[in-house]
T-cell receptor, first 112, second 113 residues
Framework: QQPVQSPQAVILREGEDAVINCSSS?????VHWYRQKHGEAPVFLMI?????EQKGHDKISASFNEKKQQSSLYLTASQLSYSGTYFC?????????????FGKGTKLSVIP | SAVISQKPSRDICQRGTSLTIQCQVD?????MFWYRQQPGQSLTLIAT?????????ESGFVIDKFPISRPNLTFSTLTVSNMSPEDSSIYLC??????????FGEGSRLTVL
């Protein structure tokens, strides 16, 4: 079951904050976040595991609410380099931990 | 980290033909994954390729259409058979690290006329 991301797109000015949400109708045991810039390969941001703590990387952090089957990605004081499409992924049911199904993506545009 | 090279980077093919995409990794890995990304869309897992065993295909993908080889721990190929315009996509090879991080190749952009 493909996770659902919201919003589909967001435009920010440099320095503004954004939140990207990812939810699933199935139980989540882990959530993976990736960013893909136009014409490039997706790049890993972080993994959140069931029972794990909120993770952070520079000014990008994420939370994981297992009960609500949701994860949120927080981008604070956005920079031009944050522009790209953000995908959340979760393990495909019945497959292994690393076989992921990805959401449709959230396109983030940061403007000066 | 892992460095993944894919060939070809792009190709234009005629309907009904087949194309083989190669994926080379700079280190030995157990699992390799093939994803498809249609223009402006999400990533969809086609199959998992393990060395020494048959590839495992996800729902909606079959071996006759997407045969996969995995002759050793650093190399895999994906063939897109009997192509139609609906097969026009970017095909990405991926490997997983010990911490669960996926590394992706730059992708092979396929256009079918």
């Amino acid at each position: 079951q493909q996770p659902v991301q919201s919003p589909q797109a967001v435009i920010l000015r440099e320095g503004e904050d954004a939140v990207i949400n990812c939810s699933s109708s199935k139980a989540l045991y882990s959530v993976h976040w990736y960013r893909q810039k136009h014409g490039e390969a997706p790049v890993f941001l972080m993994i959140l595991l069931k029972g794990g703590e909120q993770k952070g990387h520079d000014k990008i952090s994420a939370s994981f609410n297992e009960k609500k089957q949701q994860s949120s990605l927080y981008l604070t004081a956005s920079q031009l380099s944050y522009s790209g499409t953000y995908f959340c992924g979760c393990p495909i049911q019945g497959a292994g931990s690393y076989q992921l199904t990805f959401g449709k993506g959230t396109k983030l545009s940061v403007i000066p | 980290s892992a460095v993944i090279s894919q060939k070809p980077s792009r190709d234009i093919c005629q309907r009904g033909t087949s194309l083989t995409i190669q994926c080379q990794v700079d280190s030995q890995v157990t699992m390799m994954f093939w994803y498809r990304q249609q223009p402006g869309q999400s990533l969809t897992l086609i199959a998992t390729a393990n060395q020494g065993s048959e590839a495992t295909y996800e729902s909606g993908f079959v071996i006759d259409k997407f045969p996969i080889s995995r002759p050793n721990l650093t190399f895999s190929t994906l063939t897109v058979s009997n192509m139609s315009p609906e097969d026009s996509s970017i095909y990405l090879c991926s490997v997983v690290s010990g911490t669960g991080e996926l590394f992706f190749g730059e992708g092979s952009r396929l256009t079918v006329l």
